[in-house]
């Protein structure tokens, strides 16, 4: 079925949403996308129901260390939660209404929020190695909007709003939470790329010019697509190597999830208090 040309993207939408549905077919409240490093948050939810991504019809499949690639649905904090167990990004080669696709079948799983967690550089000098940063802001530098084409109208208006695109009151909720915990947490903006290479020095100084906290690959067409559907969204980065001067060096893959590591449970806290309170 997956390889079928001719069937139209609101079509493969709902072929995904049966499929769902026919194994669990109760209201759910909030969906959540887990980043790379950052999938730990699982453990903390009552699993009803775990679904690979290559059963789902017209689910992309994620091809990323440490991204598992499962649907998870159960409660957490006392409510109905769908959780990404790994997300999917463009420089994998998909487009972006595919890399989007599973925020569009949250939608018609009923989800009236949306958290996603990422791991990012650390543009902003006073960042640290397993910091958290709150994304109150981002600046979108991919080559692709997923809402680029024949608008959804079912989901939303052509040209929606995005002057608050990461929900204030969920932002400031997260930050008396982080404050109750003495979890130490920043705010910032968050500025994605294509990627899959990490940006030269000239660049990383370039995007801290134009305003970017932090840096990574992903999030940003998720959130387009959870705004265009009117989703009020949460996110939140763990930096996980320093982009500022004097801090750039090489980068491995195990540096990366040992900094995830390192920021996960005080994530994860903030995001189980927050999900009770929505």
Do not use: W
């Not at 980043?35 to 690979?52: A, D, P």
């Not at 550089?121 to 909007?145: K, S, V």
């Not at 109750?180 to 030269?200: D, R, S």
């Amino acid at each position: 079925m997956n390889d079928a040309s001719n069937i139209s993207y609101t079509d493969k939408i709902n072929f995904a949403l049966d499929y769902i549905r026919q194994k669990f077919n109760a209201p759910l409240d909030v969906g959540i996308i887990l980043g790379t490093g950052l999938g730990q948050l699982i453990n903390n939810i009552e699993i009803e129901l775990e679904i690979s991504y290559q059963e789902i019809p017209y689910f992309p499949v994620s091809t990323v260390e440490s991204h598992k690639g499962k649907l998870i649905i159960g409660k957490l904090s006392g409510k109905s939660v769908v959780a990404m167990q790994g997300r999917f990004h463009y420089y994998e080669g998909y487009s972006m209404k595919e890399v989007t696709f599973p925020v569009r079948v949250m939608k018609k799983l009923g989800i009236q929020y949306l958290f996603v967690s990422n791991a990012a550089g650390g543009l902003n000098p006073d960042f640290g190695i397993g910091d958290m940063m709150i994304i109150n802001d981002h600046i979108d530098l991919f080559p692709e909007n997923p809402l680029r084409g024949k608008n959804l109208d079912e989901f939303g208006v052509r040209f929606p709003d995005m002057s608050e695109p990461y929900d204030l009151s969920l932002i400031q909720k997260a930050l008396k939470i982080a404050e109750a915990n003495q979890i130490h947490v920043h705010q910032g903006v968050y500025a994605a790329v294509q990627g899959p290479n990490l940006e030269t020095k000239a660049e990383y100084n370039y995007l801290r010019v134009i305003g970017g906290d932090a840096i990574g690959m992903s999030t940003i067409p998720e959130v387009i697509v959870a705004r265009h559907m009117d989703i009020p969204v949460f996110a939140i980065s763990a930096i996980t190597d320093l982009c500022s001067p004097g801090n750039i060096k090489k980068v491995r893959i195990e540096e990366v999830l040992a900094a995830a590591a390192k920021a996960e449970p005080g994530m994860s806290l903030i995001i189980r208090e927050l999900v009770k309170l929505v």
